[in-house]
């Protein structure tokens, strides 16, 4: 089992920097073993991949990110980071922590992962 909790959300003028973290809480395999990924879903449309990583670290990233955001994770601290630079309006949104066990196919799938956070929401204003 794994229970997962966002922080880090806010309200920021275009072109400013967030840090998302997401603390893991698992038992059973370590965090580790999990592949990890970040998901946004604005109102009024669907939810959707933002970045993810493996457990071998490797990294994937949405076009409309690439670039801009970084995902990384601290397995000593079970912990997973999304810094975000010269966000857009368009970044508004309910961001998501996801994870699934062992390995990810498709980082990006959000029907890949089994375990999922409440979400923090980051706004961007013009």
């Known amino acids: 089992q794994v229970r997962l909790v966002e922080s880090g959300g806010g309200s920021v003028q275009a072109g400013g920097s967030l840090r998302l973290s997401c603390a893991a809480s698992?038992?059973?395999?370590?965090?580790?073993?999990?592949?990890m990924g970040w998901f946004r879903q604005a109102p009024g449309k669907e939810r959707e991949g933002v970045a993810g990583?493996?457990?071998?670290?490797?990294?994937t990233y949405a076009d409309s990110v690439k670039g801009r955001f970084t995902i990384s994770r601290d397995n000593a601290k079970n912990t997973l980071y999304l810094q975000m630079n010269s966000l857009k309006p368009e970044d508004t949104a309910m961001y998501y922590c996801?994870?699934?066990?062992?390995?990810?196919?498709?980082?990006?799938?959000?029907?890949?992962?089994?375990?999922w956070g409440q979400g923090t929401q980051v706004t961007v204003s013009s």
């Open positions: 990583i493996d457990v071998d670290n490797t990294t």
């Open positions: 996801a994870g699934t066990y062992p390995y990810c196919y498709t980082a990006l799938d959000l029907y890949e992962y089994n375990y």
């Open positions: 698992v038992s059973g395999y370590t965090f580790s073993s999990y592949c």
